[in-house]
């Protein structure tokens, strides 16, 4: 027999493994049968694969091959994350177009991932990159856009001005640019967002239903940052205004002494004309946007300007309170503004004591037993321990607080909000550290956004019809300041009280309308609850276009979630014409209240999808929109000159005529062919959006696309959804799991909430691999000159030898140094299994001395990938070799046994060794060997002796030795005597195979 020989023998089987499609999906799949293993998507860098992709590689592909032998259908499936700043940057730097790089770095990755004989289903390969896979990124966005979850708008955002683009949050690590650690600056753009911050709940909750990581559900956990507590309007003193401030800790309002608005928030602007010394609080806000928001929150020295002239009121007692603006207060969150407690908040407490402001204490540490003179005793020490040393800010005994006082926090927090929807001055809330998904990059390298745009359109001056619901008037719920707030920017409101409103008749309120008004293509209808009925029949009726169609909480069927409304029934017969109606408006938007308590889930879905509607589901500040302000019926009031791409003209494809180095303005921007045709299509003046998207809006998607990679009609068909999802095993980096892995969360909760799936979460098992560090233990990196090259590698020891090493260098998730030595330790360990064939012997009642060791090992073995342990199975046949070895034969089935078990970690190896032994299916066909329990168990067992409490003596003894006889021999032994010293046991206890314990 020849020697061992990597190099020869693993490109013949992985070249017949490919001839034979092997690894082919397969296509009898059911529920109970199928396994979804994916590896994270790569990014394909220029500098090839390196030892990290090949771990997640390696490991995937184990648990795949040893998923195969126990007769499970696998789809393993490799792509790429290929648009995004490195390809673009490696581009300018070599000047070659991005794609060229990309598709010559990709080549490359294959070729390295197929050299290590991973056994993934190469047709269904995909590449973020090219047309056909982001099609369907943008049609994702266009869900989005669809179901009300993007947006435009101008805010603060991350700027790299190195990289001259936007970045999201997650993007950014401590105050730099992930990508080329340039500091990040903030800058007011328009740009896009997904509302992620509408599944911020399910998001931390549904953690719960997934086999994640404990450490990975508490950051994501974090990160979301869920917080209950309750909102608190404060009233302006002679003004007709007031500021909401959330707070978690609504048991200290009565030690609330001032407000803190953030600079750059729409509060203070809206206060400006109050305010009496403006200069220099503009002065103020101009300083504030040249700093971070990290910086703003890490800066230990605290600054701040008085609104002068204006006083907010504690609504608990009436006091009047100064309004600051403080640059430690973000716009970002929450309100942009807060509540000051000094004495139970550490930056509030440093403001007060920098500016000379109030501190009260309102919570002081619980006592048992408090006399009244104890404790005022308590209360003065700890005022005074406040004012001098700082803030107490832990949960405790309520004080100075009227109705709390003497009520530990948690339940003083419940008094305090009733009083406060009592009163009707505050009510309970939650609120999310999460933010909006900015996702508008100023690049050239990503998929563009698939939206048009009408300057024109959006400026233009409208005339706006308000139709009011049942049983409401011109007056109603939202309408007074929503014609306030329209009028004020120049558009014109009619708004008239309907006829017979307590018994309605829509043709007749139809009627009366059409006698009062007419419509036209500058006309913004705006209905509410019934009145979405007569806006129906009245477009039915004059069948001429209008701007734009606003329904809230309207519904085309009497179909309600809470009681039954006769008189709404009876007051039209409920027939509407709506593919006539689609084309009557060049827009409509449906907005329903999310919690429904009105319209039932399901109708809100149907109507929209009738109207072929964009769909926003908002939370309602009075249920069913009836509150006098609803911020989010103004922002889909207004008419913002967006219109999204038809699904016929995706892909919106990259142009050719692009210089993509980078301006800070997007590289589209300057396109003639990128702009060709869109009056034609679209109308005079619609022109393209021509920022990109962010490339994680490429990898939250990728998993379904490996399901039906060639379908031209849709990101994936029904059929290949319910047969592979949800993803059965993901193994990918914990760098992730703020991005990837929540956005990739997001997006199944949306195509769930869409109705194109029946899962909403897209990762049942998820595991993270630990970070290989070079020989050194450093970071590997160029700087340190301790890169390991996988091929380099694979070319000396051969790819199984890689394989293997890799899986034995520790536990999967942790973090390991590499040791060259421990490649070749791997390597001697194939090689000496490659000699082992030389002992097998064809006959079958051969006597050996190893058959307990390898049904242990089997056993061992199974368990260990079961559950990733594969460091310790590797260690099993190690040990099992070195029984092998001492044998002068090993029977030819037992031999057969060894090698499939050894075949996931060393699939070339035992493919070859497999094909000399006469077989002439491929090993990775053959199904896990089962053990012999008899063989597993052992004869012997060691059972321990403990003289009160302390390990004295230890026993090898039968494994069926029954009670009585262990309790002789350990009593009569002279080492136990010893620590008996004579005395009489009083417990002599036996815990069956494992412990006998005396107590004297």
Request: hydrophobic letters at 35%; proline letters at 4%; a negative charge.
């Amino acid at each position: 027999m020849q020697e061992y020989n990597p190099n020869k023998i693993e490109s013949k089987w992985q070249k017949e493994w490919e001839k034979n499609g092997l690894y082919k999906t397969p296509e009898d799949v059911i529920i109970e049968n199928k396994m979804y293993i994916l590896p994270q998507l790569p990014y394909p860098s220029g500098s090839g694969l390196h030892v990290g992709h090949a771990e997640v590689y390696s490991a995937c592909d184990i648990y795949a091959r040893y998923q195969r032998m126990q007769k499970k259908k696998v789809l393993q499936v490799i792509g790429w994350d290929s648009f995004g700043l490195p390809a673009e940057n490696y581009a300018i730097k070599n000047n070659v177009h991005p794609k060229i790089s990309t598709d010559k770095a990709i080549d490359n990755f294959r070729s390295q991932i197929k050299s290590l004989g991973i056994s993934v289903d190469w047709d269904r390969e995909v590449g973020a990159h090219n047309p056909d896979y982001y099609k369907w990124t943008q049609w994702f966005f266009l869900l989005m856009y669809r179901r009300g979850l993007a947006y435009r708008k101008k805010q603060s955002v991350n700027w790299c001005d190195s990289c001259k683009t936007v970045l999201a949050n997650e993007q950014v690590v401590e105050g730099h640019c992930e990508r080329c650690d340039t500091e990040v600056v903030q800058r007011k753009m328009d740009q896009w967002f997904l509302k992620i911050t509408d599944y911020a709940d399910r998001l931390a909750k549904d953690l719960d239903k997934v086999d994640w990581p404990a450490e990975t559900k508490r950051r994501q956990r974090q990160w979301i940052g869920r917080s209950d507590g309750a909102e608190v309007d404060f009233k302006i003193k002679d003004f007709d205004y007031k500021i909401s401030v959330f707070t978690t800790r609504p048991d200290t309002l009565f030690g609330a002494t001032y407000l803190v608005l953030a600079p750059e928030g729409l509060i203070v602007q809206e206060l400006r004309g109050q305010v009496e010394n403006w200069l220099e609080v503009e002065k103020y806000i101009d300083e504030t946007k040249k700093k971070t928001e990290l910086n703003r929150q890490t800066q230990k020295e605290k600054t701040g300007v008085e609104l002068k002239g204006i006083k907010a009121i504690n609504p608990v007692n009436g006091k009047e309170m100064p309004i600051w603006i403080a640059d430690y207060v973000l716009s970002t969150y929450g309100t942009g503004s807060i509540m000051a407690v000094p004495a139970h908040d550490e930056r509030d407490w440093e403001f007060a004591k920098k500016f000379g402001l109030e501190i009260k204490v309102v919570v002081i540490p619980v006592i048992d037993s408090r006399p009244d003179e104890l404790l005022n005793e308590k209360i003065n020490f700890y005022t005074n321990e406040t004012l001098q040393h700082g803030s107490y800010s832990k949960e405790g005994l309520s004080v100075n607080s009227n109705f709390l006082d003497g009520l530990k926090s948690e339940e003083a927090k419940e008094k305090m909000i009733a009083w406060l929807e009592e009163y009707n001055v505050g009510k309970r809330k939650v609120q999310f550290k999460l933010r909006d998904w900015s996702v508008s990059r100023q690049r050239f390298w990503g998929a563009p956004i698939p939206m048009v745009f009408n300057e024109t359109r959006k400026n233009k001056k409208y005339e706006y019809i308000f139709i009011h619901g049942y049983g409401g008037d011109s007056e109603s719920n939202y309408f007074p300041k929503l014609k306030k707030d329209l009028e004020a920017i120049g558009h014109t409101v009619i708004a008239f009280d309907l006829p017979n409103t307590e018994k309605p008749n829509i043709c007749e309120q139809m009627q009366f309308l059409l006698e009062n008004i007419s419509i036209s293509e500058n006309t913004v209808i705006l209905a509410h609850s019934l009145g979405g009925a007569v806006a129906m029949k009245m477009l039915e009726h004059e069948n001429k276009k209008v701007a734009k169609v606003i329904f809230s909480d309207c519904f085309f069927e009497p179909k309600f979630a809470d009681v039954a409304r006769p008189v709404v029934e009876s007051s039209c017969d409920w027939n509407f014409d709506f593919e006539k109606l689609k084309t009557l408006s060049e827009e409509f938007v449906v907005v329903f209240d999310s919690n429904c308590p009105v319209i039932p889930r399901e109708h809100s879905e149907k109507f929209a999808k009738n109207l072929d509607a964009r769909i926003v589901f908002a939370r309602a500040n009075g249920p069913h929109f009836m509150s006098i302000h609803e911020p989010i019926i103004l922002e889909e009031s207004l008419v913002n000159g967006l219109k999204p791409v038809k699904f016929d003209d995706l892909p919106v494809k990259l142009p050719d005529d692009v210089d993509f180095k980078p301006t800070g303005q997007s590289p589209l921007t300057y396109s003639k062919d990128f702009q060709k045709g869109i009056e034609d299509k679209y109308g005079l003046g619609w022109e393209r959006e021509v920022d990109t998207l962010d490339t994680f809006m490429c990898s939250s998607w990728f998993y379904y696309r490996y399901l039906d990679p060639k379908n031209d009609d849709e990101f994936a068909s029904s059929i290949a959804l319910k047969k592979w999802m949800p993803v059965d095993f993901y193994l990918g980096g914990e760098e992730h799991v703020n991005g990837h892995l929540l956005y990739s969360r997001f997006f199944t909760k949306v195509l769930f909430d869409a109705g194109y799936i029946d899962f909403d979460e897209p990762f049942m098992m998820h595991r993270h691999q630990g970070m290989i560090l070079g020989e050194d233990s450093k970071k590997m990196s160029k700087r340190w000159s301790n890169v390991i090259n996988p091929s380099d590698v694979v070319d000396e020891f051969g790819a199984d030898t890689f394989r293997v090493y890799e899986m034995f260098m520790g536990p999967l998730e942790q973090t390991k140094p590499w040791n060259t030595d421990g490649v070749r330790g791997a390597r001697r360990f194939l090689d000496r299994v490659w000699n082992l064939y030389k002992k097998v012997n064809s006959t079958e009642n051969l006597e050996v001395e190893y058959d307990s060791i390898l049904h242990k090992t089997i056993k061992k073995v199974g368990d260990d990938l079961a559950t990733f342990r594969f460091n310790t199975a590797i260690a099993k046949m190690m040990e099992l070799t070195n029984e092998f070895v001492k044998s002068d034969k090993i029977r030819h089935t037992d031999f057969e046994l060894f090698l499939k078990i050894l075949s996931p970690f060393a699939p070339h190896m035992t493919e070859e060794l497999w094909s000399d032994m006469g077989n002439k299916k491929s090993i990775s066909l053959e199904v896990w060997p089962q053990y012999d329990e008899n063989k597993v168990m052992d004869s012997k067992i060691i059972v321990v002796a403990q003289v009160n409490g302390k390990v004295r003596a230890s026993f090898e003894v039968d494994v069926d030795i029954s009670e009585s006889d262990i309790k002789k021999i350990v009593l009569e032994d002279a080492v136990v005597k010893k620590w008996l010293a004579g005395k009489e046991p009083k417990k002599v206890i036996y815990v069956k195979g494992k412990l006998v314990s005396v107590v004297v």
